[in-house]
């Protein structure tokens, strides 16, 4: 599964809603509404939760997943330490990780990027991307066409 910053992991890019994402992998094998009235989707063969916004039409705009096919610039992480996706993305020129601790788990963000890392006995358990802003109009950058 390829994570492809700003734009989606594997065939789900930012701005699908949920027909399009059932086109890909079917019902969700589970499906509720959070605090805020957003909608989740669990796919659990994928280890995928899909989030598709209330407030924008129920576009999906955010995936946390825990899949350990999970790759970025064709890089298996999940389960490494984080020292090797703090190289991989220095090489690829991002800026330095943002660390948040909560307990035992912390939190490696990208904030341009949206990508948060959470880190659990200093390897990498979970990873969660986001759409991002459009810097001229503050609102999302949707990637999705269909």
């Known amino acids: 599964m390829k994570i492809t910053p700003k734009i989606g992991i594997d065939q ?12 890909i992998y079917g019902t969700p094998d589970k499906q509720f509404d959070d605090e805020e009235g957003n909608l989740i989707y ?34 298996a992480f999940l389960g490494k330490e984080i ?28 904030e341009s990027n949206w990508m ?10 979970r990873f969660e991307l986001g759409a991002v802003f459009n810097d001229k109009e503050d609102e999302f950058d949707w990637k999705f066409k269909g």
């Open 116 to 125: 948060i890392f959470q880190v659990e006995f200093n390897r990498v358990i």
């Open 12 to 23: 789900l890019v930012f701005g699908m809603k949920t027909k399009d994402v059932e086109k």
């Open 42 to 75: 669990l796919y659990n063969a994928q280890q995928l939760r899909l989030t598709f916004y209330e407030d924008e039409d129920f576009k999906m705009g955010y995936i946390i997943c825990s899949n350990p096919s999970l790759t970025l610039f064709e890089t």
């Open 83 to 110: 020292s090797t996706v703090e190289t991989l993305l220095q090489s690829k020129n991002f800026k330095a990780l943002e660390v948040e601790s909560f307990d035992s788990v912390d939190n490696f963000f990208n």
